[in-house]
């Protein structure tokens, strides 16, 4: 009773308090951005960035005291420096951490440190004169010094500027980490699928791997967002379903349209199909099978959508009457599914 009472006297602010306390709740950005492993072994080697990891290992090593990655945006620079930092942590006690080239300016002291440098988007310092000028008053030191340094510049390939930057361009091992080729994107997706926990059908890979395009971080968001939905998307129907939740990520690709897609082979099949209206086969498919937006797929299909609305349940309600119509629809997504990985 005491115990009822005193929470009658508890203001809500401070019961939510006490319930925020005793369930810790994790935020959504912890969920779709946890921080996984950064080390070696959690980076994929592919021949566009083998040169880098090399480098990066030879760094950690200590028999390579002077490196320089240069690459395009969103293919693991950042994550091949966070792995030296840890591999320097857990196998030579040596604690350091990862720097912005403007954090790292903006506190001189952090220069005088003996410890390896490790030294992320230096591609700041090329287009303004004095953190310039800072930037290579600190290397020319550290070079002089011995003190080991590592830098990761975005740019496509070395540059002239870049190099002008390295105090005795001799020392230093400028090593490239290029953009991924289909191939290699394929070998990608199944080690991030790996992380995830997901397991994609070979059609599904193939199809993101060839025709997602942007970088590393436009296919790690890509299997987030299917994590959200599920980890199985192995069998015809799971794999379109994937294509519909993925179909933003597709943006880039000019050539890419699901609805259209689906419609051409509603087209081209429905002689397959003469049981049932094909439109229909392909608005039902489109709205409850790929779950995509009603009215993206009206205007693709030329109607209203409160008329592909209508069809497309009309043609769920068939669906439980009619075996014929359920077989239908298995056949139509293969066919789909099958036609989307050929492309």
């Known amino acids: 009773m005491g115990l009822i009472k005193e929470a009658h006297h508890t203001t809500n602010m401070e019961l939510v308090n ?6 810790p709740y994790p935020k959504l950005s912890k969920v779709l951005f ?30 390579n005291p002077f490196v320089a990655l240069v690459g395009p945006s969103g293919w693991g620079k950042s994550h091949l420096l966070s792995a030296v930092a840890s591999r320097l942590s857990l196998e030579h006690g040596i604690v350091t951490e990862r720097y912005t080239v403007v ?13 390896p440098l490790i030294l992320d988007d230096a591609q700041e310092a090329l287009g303004k004169s004095r953190m310039k000028m800072a930037l290579r008053l600190c290397l020319e030191r550290r070079v002089k010094c011995g003190k080991p340094t590592i830098l990761a510049f975005t740019s496509p390939k070395p540059s002239r500027a870049l190099r002008a930057l390295l105090p005795s361009t001799r020392d230093w091992t400028v090593a490239t980490m290029g953009a991924a ?59 379109l379903r994937a294509f519909g939740l993925l179909d933003p990520f597709f943006a880039d690709n000019g050539v890419w349209d699901l609805k259209h897609k689906i419609l051409k082979v509603a087209e081209q099949s429905k002689d397959q199909f003469s049981k049932v209206s094909s439109t229909d086969l392909a608005l039902y498919t489109m709205l409850h099978e790929a779950s995509l937006s009603e009215i993206s797929v009206a205007r693709a299909a030329g109607i209203e959508p409160a008329d592909a609305y209508l069809r497309a349940s009309s043609f769920k309600s068939h669906l439980a009457e009619s075996e ?12 789909v599914v099958e036609s989307l990985s050929r492309e």
């Open 181 to 239: 080729e289909p191939a290699e994107r394929l070998l990608l997706l199944h080690q991030l699928s790996s992380v995830e926990g997901l397991v994609l059908s070979p059609r599904l890979s193939k199809v993101i791997a060839d025709q997602m395009y942007g970088n590393g971080r436009t296919l790690a968001g890509a299997l987030k967002r299917l994590r959200l939905s599920g980890t199985n998307w192995l069998d015809p129907s799971a794999t």
């Open 34 to 63: 946890e921080r996984r492993e950064t080390t070696f072994n959690s980076l994929a080697a592919m021949p566009s960035n083998v040169e880098a990891i090399e480098a990066a290992l030879m760094f950690s090593a200590g028999l």
């Open 103 to 115: 954090d790292y300016l903006s506190n001189p002291i952090r220069s005088e440190s003996a410890h």
């Open 324 to 335: 014929t119509a359920r077989a239908y629809v298995r056949q139509f997504i293969d066919l």
């Open 18 to 23: 006490q319930t925020e306390t005793q369930i």
